[in-house]
């Protein structure tokens, strides 16, 4: 079985500040990991994923995560925030040869000017 | 390219009324077909699943139910809405064949039971 936990339901940085959501995972087998956008009334968009290799992962508008399978983490960072990043941000685990997607409760984003 | 397209994009429906939304996939064949919720400040729940036509995979025990009469098409329905079938229904799909899995997701369907 997989699962997720997102540190934290909001998160508020400045516009040029770093931004750093957490993101803890579980999985019984392999995992493939994703990071996934949604702004407001609109579905997801995959920023992006991790299947194997590299554990560092570079995603559109900037956006990076690392996989470290010690501490069963998948964190997502961007060196600077534009106000154009506030959106609500998911995390998710799928296991290898699976079917099913699991969702973390998400992170929502503010950017201050 | 693939596209998804899911409607109704909003719905206001009264209690103990029906429910139909449809969703459908252009594109592709053999899609895995998805159904998630998604209630205010949470975060998706996943309802149902499909990697084939009439094959469904139901992962909550609740009043609804999904159906794929077609290989691109998934339907979500009830037969008597209740007021916490409220929320943001989205339809995905990923490629059937053995991948990564991300998943490329619809617009939405927002649901409003009264």
């Known amino acids: 079985a997989q699962s997720v936990t997102q540190l934290g339901s909001h998160v508020s940085v400045s516009e040029g500040a770093l931004v750093l959501l957490r993101c803890n995972y579980s999985s019984s087998v392999p995992p493939y990991l994703f990071w996934y956008v949604q702004y407001p009334n609109q579905g997801l968009q995959l920023l992006l994923k991790y299947t194997t290799g590299a554990t560092l992962v570079k995603g559109i508008n900037g956006f990076e995560a690392e996989f470290k399978k010690s501490e069963t983490s998948f964190h997502l960072t961007k060196p600077s925030a534009h106000m154009s990043d506030a959106a609500e941000y998911f995390c998710?685990?799928?296991?290898?040869?699976?079917?099913?997607?699991?969702f973390g409760a998400g992170t929502r984003l503010f950017v201050k000017a | 390219s693939q596209t998804i397209h899911q409607w109704p994009a909003t719905l206001v429906q009264p209690v103990g009324s029906p429910l139909s939304l449809e969703c459908t996939v252009e594109g592709t064949s053999n899609p895995n077909l998805y159904w998630y919720r998604q209630a205010a400040g949470r975060g998706l729940q996943l309802l149902f699943y499909s990697v084939g036509i009439g094959q469904i995979s139901s992962e909550v025990p609740q009043n609804l139910s999904a159906s794929r009469p077609q290989d691109r098409q998934f339907i979500l329905s009830s037969k008597k809405l209740l007021l916490s079938d409220s929320g943001f229904y989205l339809c995905?799909?990923?490629?059937?064949?053995?991948?990564?899995?991300?998943?490329?997701f619809g617009e939405g369907s927002r649901l409003t039971v009264l």
């Open positions: 998710a685990v799928k296991g290898t040869g699976g079917f099913k997607t699991i």
């Open positions: 995905a799909w990923s490629p059937g064949t053995p991948t990564s899995g991300e998943l490329f």
